[in-house]
């Protein structure tokens, strides 16, 4: 028989086991929430570095820091103590007003003698977030004598910037995980001239191994051989540039022939003022244009901007040598080759030859077709900026009638046309075009040129 005694006993034990259970998944989510992994609370062992080791610890509920460093008794251990304390208030300031309920953060690092002079420190940061772990390295390079950090961002020269510059770029259009980024005009500002992209790098043998963050979703590995660039670099990494440097440079473009492209191009050049203004937007946004040059402007400082035409990726061609109309001329042989005998041989020492034409006001004679050794180029869209010399009609010219694989006629030796194109290159680029070269497009969408014929557009 059972009582109400038995039953208040059964009552009081179903309570008591409730409580316990309750106590014990209280315990554990307490438990877990301060758990820490034993391999973050281990400390490394730096005997090999013949150093003791310090710290700057914080611990509490909320959050935990130990940013471990060597002590050293000289300027070198100053810098390091200096650097690794600026760290540690950074994570502190970080990760104050953090929702988190649980934050762990351990810094380790990493010494490293280059060479006599030379030393690189790595922090190797571990974040524990709500048990969820990430990490992340930063790197720096201290002149062991005098125990100066290194401004990484101006060791480079601007022929290094320009190289890793477009190489960053180029890798970055062909990474599909990135190409929808790389391609607009934020991207292509943020990468322009940018020193501070290529600041926390170490070395990994003769290879400079990058790591580029906040500038697409995911962080961005670029790796540069040393040996090809050693000279552009003010510091020595042991490592000598074992590459000569090319007599011209030619940069290694990419174009996405599934994307959308238009070529610019000027006519009547090279203009020592305008022209340069021009190819320092194209830089600034990976594009490139094709002036076709005249060939009686080729003065000294005209060579000087046509080989900056080259080395920034553009294309050179001729637009005759000294701008008669040929349809009416029986002895072409001057017009067709002089200009390219000049850029060939004087401006870039027999490293550069013109591929394509365009004849002065586009006229073009039966005679003219079987002599010429190029493919005429004319356009499929006239901006009439040499007759209106006004940049908004310009503009609106262009950006209005703009479509893939128009060839756009401009002319750089006018002002106007100058101020009209600076602005029309990032707004072909933000419209999601490419901007690249009649050789480039032509190519891309699979056109094959032939001496003599005309094209004025990449059908």
């Known amino acids: 028989m059972i009582t109400k005694k038995t039953i208040k006993k059964k009552k009081v034990a179903i309570i008591v086991i409730m409580f316990a259970i309750l106590c014990g998944i209280s315990a554990s989510i307490l438990l877990a929430m301060n758990y820490v992994p034993e391999y973050l609370l281990e400390v490394k062992d730096h005997k090999e570095e013949n150093v003791k080791l310090d710290a700057f610890k914080k611990v509490s509920n909320h959050l935990s820091i130990m940013v471990y460093y060597p002590k050293i008794d000289n300027e070198l251990g100053n810098t390091i103590k200096e650097v690794s304390e600026k760290l540690y208030n950074q994570v502190l300031e970080d990760e104050a007003d953090s929702e988190a309920k649980k934050i762990l953060v351990r810094v380790?690092?990493?010494?490293?003698?280059?060479?006599?002079?030379?030393?690189?420190?790595?922090?190797?940061?571990?974040?524990l977030v709500d048990g969820i772990e990430s990490t992340e390295t930063e790197s720096l390079w201290i002149n062991k004598n005098d125990g100066n950090l290194i401004d990484t961002s101006l060791i480079y020269d601007d022929i290094a910037l320009r190289l890793m510059t477009q190489s960053l770029r180029t890798q970055c259009k062909q990474d599909v995980d990135l190409q929808d980024v790389a391609y607009t005009k934020e991207f292509l500002e943020k990468t322009d001239k940018n020193g501070q992209l290529f600041t926390n790098f170490i070395l990994d043998g003769n290879t400079l191994v990058y790591k580029i963050e906040n500038l697409a979703p995911k962080v961005i590995e670029f790796r540069l051989d040393l040996t090809t660039i050693a000279s552009h670099i003010n510091i020595y990494f042991g490592v000598d540039q074992s590459i000569p440097d090319p007599v011209v440079y030619i940069p290694n473009r990419y174009v996405d022939p599934n994307r959308p492209m238009v070529a610019l191009t000027f006519d009547d050049g090279p203009h020592i003022t305008n022209t340069p203004q021009i190819l320092e937007v194209l830089r600034r946004y990976d594009s490139a244009a094709t002036f076709f040059v005249v060939g009686n402007r080729i003065t000294t400082k005209g060579s000087a901007v046509i080989l900056d035409e080259i080395e920034s990726g553009s294309q050179v061609a001729s637009h005759s040598y000294s701008h008669p109309n040929m349809a009416k001329m029986k002895n072409l042989d001057e017009q067709f080759y002089l200009t390219?005998?000049?850029?060939?041989?004087?401006?870039?020492?027999?490293?550069?030859?013109?591929?394509?034409?365009?004849?002065?006001?586009?006229?073009?004679?039966?005679?003219?077709?079987?002599?010429?050794?190029?493919?005429?180029?004319?356009?499929?869209?006239?901006?009439?900026?040499?007759?209106?010399?006004?940049?908004?009609?310009?503009?609106?010219?262009?950006?209005?009638?703009?479509?893939?694989?128009?060839?756009?006629?401009?002319?750089?030796?006018?002002?106007?046309?100058?101020?009209?194109?600076?602005?029309?290159?990032?707004?072909?680029?933000?419209?999601?075009?490419?901007?690249?070269?009649?050789?480039?497009?032509?190519?891309?969408?699979?056109?094959?040129?032939?001496n003599g014929k005309s094209y004025s557009r990449a059908r």
């Open 108 to 127: 380790d690092y990493t010494l490293l003698p280059i060479t006599e002079e030379l030393i690189n420190y790595r922090f190797e940061i571990t974040k």
């Open 340 to 450: 390219s005998q000049k850029v060939y041989e004087d401006v870039s020492q027999w490293c550069y030859q013109v591929t394509a034409f365009r004849p002065p006001y586009g006229a073009i004679s039966k005679r003219m077709r079987e002599a010429s050794p190029y493919p005429f180029i004319m356009w499929s869209i006239d901006t009439l900026d040499w007759k209106t010399r006004d940049v908004q009609s310009t503009i609106n010219e262009t950006m209005n009638n703009a479509k893939d694989g128009d060839i756009i006629l401009l002319h750089d030796i006018h002002a106007e046309s100058k101020d009209a194109a600076i602005q029309i290159i990032p707004m072909l680029i933000e419209k999601g075009f490419q901007v690249v070269t009649v050789n480039e497009m032509m190519s891309a969408k699979g056109i094959q040129m032939e």
